[in-house]
């Protein structure tokens, strides 16, 4: 596979020889496209969404990737899908990135936007029909051409075949002829592939993407130079809604190389002709800012208030989910449990800092950028520039690691407004240190569960009371929580417990505001939420005599659960005894009821340094259904990557403030988990159905949940605060 340049909108519409395919779809007005709020989306009102094809005389077909590469695979798995029912021959196709404009659009979210883990099953059914009416277009012009009814006429991959004649033809061939009707043949979901009939997907696909990473040449956006490009970075105010009320440009400006000191909105930008002039200065730069929304937060002090909110019933909070009538059977049960659990702020730490480049003409607006939403991209530069969203062009980057951070796009907007003002294209680049200071973190959040149970020791209510700040005002604005009645999915996913047998079940979000910059984080609300939740479910096992596992096995709703369950017992040997060590389980979920949910089961295998209060989690073993994986093994892959994310995260990463400002400086003081205490990774696929479920993310919030109970089962002590720190281990054994 090669990776060709990216298309313009000459490129793609005119001039181009060979058949050119645009395939319209109507937009999401089923279920199957349904669901944005429930993941908090935009709501952008985008025409209906459109896929392109090429295919060249030479046999060459060309698949536009609709959304941007973060290292998920989207782009070799997406086109594949359309290569598929198109019955391609995969050596002759080459993978373009689409141009940023509507016709691209998810049909989930109706924008070019990468979250949740739900390109592939967004993009599934369009792309499929698009590969499908493309086959067909080549089956019409064959048949005319030769004079045979359409249905003497299949394909094999990139020939079109008439068996009664033994004659062939060559996709290649058929596009020097062929023309595309003015109305495309009507595919309906019973006339595509059978998957018993799929060649690739199904199969593991190279990922075409790699070869360049590993040779060095692909392109992010700090790695972009235009002609005449100036440099910038910008000192952030340390919380939301402070401003610059003085700073020492005018000093800055007197140094070789430094061309303009920018105020901005909540920040200062300098800007230089070299990189290094520019950081130089950023060190000297001294600002002023004025008060912010949250200039006195304190995260530790501040963590004990928000259990003190989540135990308070008598302050009302947002009911984010109720099945039943749960306070009333905790008020009616004969026995009620209740535990209390805590997560830190964590840091995205993305490996290449937030990076942009735009330059501004009088043609229009050219961004470089990797960003997980290109379309808020070219709407928000469009309305700084002052011109037509037509007239932006943004260049989808890869990206060096998004996570949700890139998922918020004050970085791009920065640089459209430092280009507009210095008239002449400008990169801005973070340093690490400024990338920190300036983190969008996962909430901090604090979880009260109170469980009813009747005589028999069976749960009759569960009620979570999760007290945690906001992401949605920050990323959508307020209106976007006001439309959704206050219900912050973002923040409450997973905290529930559908997938067990509960007869009643509340969920609330008491809001906190500390104007912190907060942003979407790998598995969402999955790392505290499912943390929780499973630790609760442990307790209630070992209170009645049971074996976690089979515990949860009993519990559990249906047959795709117990099967993963099932599944990880035996990959872990689950019943045998070990000399030192520990097992911990915990259970997830990822996706949507409407659009299909994953499911995860994760064994962790734990040694405890009891003296150090030092956890090491030698080993993982993952069961998961994602129902049919596109490429198998690079969903493993990713389903691995999320559970080394989970086990840094419960083990070490953490994110403080004092006086409203990030104290973490680098990775010296914010640590991530090295590769010399990463453990062994086992997953196993499960495939259920015909349909792909989200994959990325999946295994995140099984980890800290197995991490504590395998602690739980070797010493008798929860762990009920994430990071699980040497301190706070060391305080829970000795409570």
């Known amino acids: 596979m090669s990776r060709t340049s990216t298309l313009g909108r000459r490129g793609v519409l005119a001039g181009a020889t060979g058949l050119a395919l645009a395939f319209a779809f109507r937009g999401p007005e089923s279920a199957e496209a349904a669901g944005p709020a429930a993941l908090d989306a935009p709501s952008l009102n985008a025409p209906a969404l459109n896929a392109y094809v090429r295919i060249g005389p030479d046999g060459t077909i060309t698949i536009q990737a609709p959304v941007p590469e973060m290292g998920q695979g989207s782009d070799t798995s997406l086109p594949l899908i359309l290569a598929e029912e198109l019955d391609a021959d995969w050596s002759r196709v080459r993978i373009a990135t689409a141009p940023v404009r509507p016709a691209f659009d998810s049909p989930i979210f109706r924008s070019q936007f990468v979250v949740a883990s739900l390109s592939v099953r967004g993009y599934w059914m369009p792309l499929r029909i698009a590969g499908a009416q493309a086959r067909r277009v080549l089956l019409e012009a064959v048949a005319a051409r030769w004079g045979v009814p359409v249905a003497e006429l299949t394909t094999e991959p990139s020939v079109v075949v008439h068996a009664a004649s033994g004659r062939r033809i060559s996709y290649g061939e058929v596009a020097a002829f062929a023309t595309v009707p003015a109305t495309l043949p009507e595919i309906t979901p019973a006339a595509l592939k059978p998957v018993s009939a799929f060649r690739l997907i199904g199969r593991d696909v190279p990922r075409h993407d790699v070869p360049a990473k590993a040779l060095g040449q692909t392109v992010f956006a700090i790695d972009v130079r235009l002609p005449g490009m100036l440099h910038a970075t910008v000192a952030r105010s340390p919380g939301l809604g402070a401003r610059p009320v003085s700073h020492n440009g005018a000093e800055l400006l007197r140094r070789p190389g430094i061309t303009h000191v920018i105020p901005l909105d909540q920040g200062v930008a300098i800007v230089g002709e070299r990189i290094e002039a520019v950081l130089a200065a950023r060190r000297a730069l001294r600002v002023q800012w004025s008060?912010?929304?949250?200039?006195?937060?304190?995260?530790?002090?501040?963590?004990?208030?928000?259990?003190?909110?989540?135990?308070?019933?008598?302050?009302?909070?947002?009911?984010?989910?109720?099945?039943?009538?749960?306070?009333?059977?905790?008020?009616?049960?004969?026995?009620?449990?209740?535990?209390?659990?805590?997560?830190?702020?964590?840091?995205?730490?993305?490996?290449?800092?937030?990076?942009?480049?735009?330059?501004?003409?009088?043609?229009?607006?050219?961004?470089?950028?990797?960003?997980?939403?290109?379309?808020?991209?070219?709407?928000?530069?469009?309305?700084?520039?002052?011109?037509?969203?037509?007239?932006?062009?943004?260049?989808?980057?890869?990206?060096?690691?998004?996570?949700?951070?890139?998922?918020?796009?004050?970085?791009?907007?920065?640089?459209?407004?430092?280009?507009?003002?210095?008239?002449?294209?400008?990169?801005?680049?973070?340093?690490?240190?400024?990338?920190?200071?300036?983190?969008?973190?996962?909430?901090?959040?604090?979880?009260?569960?109170?469980?009813?149970?009747?005589?028999?020791?069976?749960?009759?209510?569960?009620?979570?009371?999760?007290?945690?700040?906001?992401?949605?005002?920050?990323?959508?604005?307020?209106?976007?929580?006001?439309?959704?009645?206050?219900?912050?999915?973002?923040?409450?996913?997973?905290?529930?417990?559908?997938?067990?047998?509960?007869?009643?079940?509340?969920?609330e979000h008491v809001y906190r505001e500390h104007g912190v910059r907060t942003a979407p984080w790998r598995g969402i609300g999955a790392g505290p939420n499912a943390f929780a939740v499973e630790a609760v479910i442990d307790d209630l096992a070992r209170q009645a005599r049971t074996d976690p596992l089979a515990y949860r096995m009993a519990l559990l709703r249906d047959a795709r659960a117990k099967a993963v369950l099932q599944a990880v017992g035996e990959m872990a040997d689950w019943g045998r005894r070990r000399e030192g060590t520990s097992l911990g389980i915990g259970f997830a979920r990822l996706g949507?009821?409407?659009?299909?949910?994953?499911?995860?089961?994760?064994?962790?295998?734990?040694?405890?340094?009891?003296?150090?209060?030092?956890?090491?989690?030698?080993?993982?073993?993952?069961?998961?259904?994602?129902?049919?994986?596109?490429?198998?093994?690079?969903?493993?892959?990713?389903?691995?990557?999320?559970?080394?994310?989970?086990?840094?995260s419960a083990l070490t990463e953490r994110l403080t403030f004092r006086d409203g400002a990030v104290q973490q400086s680098n990775f010296t003081d914010y640590e991530v988990l090295r590769a010399s205490d990463t453990p062994e990774v086992h997953v196993r696929l499960i495939r259920s159905g015909e349909m792909p479920l989200p994959a990325g993310e999946l295994g995140l919030g099984t980890v800290a949940p197995a991490i504590s109970n395998a602690v739980l089962a070797a010493t008798g002590r929860r762990l009920n605060i994430m990071p699980f720190t040497p301190e706070r281990v060391r305080a829970a054994l000795a409570a």
Request: aromatic residues 4%; negative net charge.
């Open 291 to 507: 008060p912010g929304e949250g200039p006195a937060h304190e995260s530790d002090a501040a963590l004990a208030s928000y259990l003190t909110d989540a135990r308070d019933t008598s302050r009302s909070g947002v009911t984010a989910g109720r099945a039943g009538e749960a306070a009333q059977a905790i008020a009616a049960a004969a026995r009620v449990h209740t535990a209390e659990f805590a997560t830190d702020y964590v840091y995205h730490a993305q490996m290449e800092p937030l990076a942009c480049v735009a330059s501004i003409t009088a043609e229009g607006v050219e961004i470089w950028d990797g960003t997980q939403w290109p379309s808020q991209v070219r709407d928000e530069a469009a309305r700084i520039a002052g011109v037509p969203a037509e007239r932006v062009k943004v260049n989808m980057l890869t990206m060096g690691g998004g996570f949700g951070r890139r998922a918020a796009i004050d970085t791009s907007i920065e640089t459209v407004h430092i280009a507009k003002a210095v008239g002449r294209p400008v990169k801005v680049m973070a340093t690490r240190e400024d990338d920190i200071a300036n983190a969008h973190a996962r909430p901090m959040t604090a979880h009260r569960i109170d469980v009813g149970l009747d005589a028999e020791g069976r749960i009759t209510g569960w009620r979570h009371r999760l007290a945690a700040d906001l992401v949605v005002p920050i990323l959508y604005g307020r209106g976007r929580l006001d439309a959704q009645r206050g219900v912050h999915h973002i923040v409450t996913c997973h905290a529930n417990v559908a997938q067990y047998d509960v007869p009643a079940t509340l969920t």
């Open 592 to 648: 949507l009821p409407q659009l299909g949910e994953s499911l995860s089961a994760t064994v962790a295998e734990v040694a405890l340094d009891r003296a150090h209060g030092r956890i090491r989690v030698l080993r993982l073993w993952c069961a998961a259904d994602i129902g049919l994986a596109v490429q198998p093994r690079n969903a493993m892959r990713q389903i691995e990557g999320s559970l080394l994310w989970g086990v840094s």
